[in-house]
């Protein structure tokens, strides 16, 4: 046999023991070490499927691939030099200006690796809505765009190769094709995003080929 005031009893301390766990992750957000004035944040994206073990700075060394396109933000000192690792060996010297987010692109020619930079500062700051960044880093691909799948609005037109975009939007349920001119990626479902989340969608592949992919965007820990 129930007994409602004990059932009610234990609902309520449950209630209470989420909140204050609700209470205190939130304190902790709040009071948590924050990187100094100056600072700024980047990341290596990898178009291709095969992995690439990275490291940025005195960030974990990570293996971005086609599960995972692109590494966790670094932490870095403003118009300061920092070092990129590929596969544990110095793989270039590298600076951004102060108080922004950038998006390195590994590009390899005549046997030569290179970076490109993209700036990822021009975001939009709604707490109460969730980030769409779209970047087309697909071969050949003149103007990239994205779109709700199937027949659904246009999110991004005419991207440039090399080049973001960002938007926010409501955090709700739907399903994304990526693309170049006629072709188009197969669908990726968004997963369920919260407001202030950020979430990137790569273009990669060919023109004629493209491929969807994404993930949410995350930062290091920063600890003094």
Do not use: W
């Not at 004629?208 to 920063?222: E, F, K, M």
Request: include cysteine; hydrophobic fraction near 45%; proline fraction near 10%.
């Amino acid at each position: 046999m129930s007994h409602p005031f004990r059932n009610a009893a234990l609902a309520l301390a449950l209630a209470t023991l989420a909140g204050n766990a609700a209470a205190e992750g939130a304190f902790a957000q709040l009071y948590a070490a924050r990187p100094p004035a100056g600072s700024s944040f980047v990341r290596i994206v990898n178009p291709d499927a095969a992995p690439l073990r990275v490291q940025i700075a005195n960030g974990p060394a990570q293996e971005p691939g086609a599960a995972k396109p692109a590494t966790t933000y670094a932490i870095v000192r403003g118009n300061q030099p920092f070092n990129v690792l590929v596969d544990g060996k110095p793989a270039a010297s590298l600076q951004v200006p102060p108080d922004t987010f950038s998006t390195l692109v590994p590009r390899r020619s005549d046997g030569k690796l290179t970076f490109a930079v993209i700036d990822d500062s021009n975001g939009t700051q709604d707490a109460l809505k969730a980030e769409l960044r779209f970047y087309n880093l697909a071969a050949d691909c003149a103007a990239g765009q994205l779109g709700v799948s199937p027949s659904g609005p246009a999110l991004f037109q005419d991207v440039k190769p090399g080049a973001s975009a960002a938007r926010a939007i409501n955090p709700v349920s739907a399903t994304l094709a990526a693309g170049c001119g006629a072709a188009a990626s197969p669908a990726l479902p968004l997963p369920a995003l919260q407001p202030g989340d950020h979430y990137s969608l790569f273009l990669t592949g060919t023109a004629a080929a493209p491929v969807l992919r994404g993930q949410v965007s995350a930062t290091d820990p920063y600890s003094r």
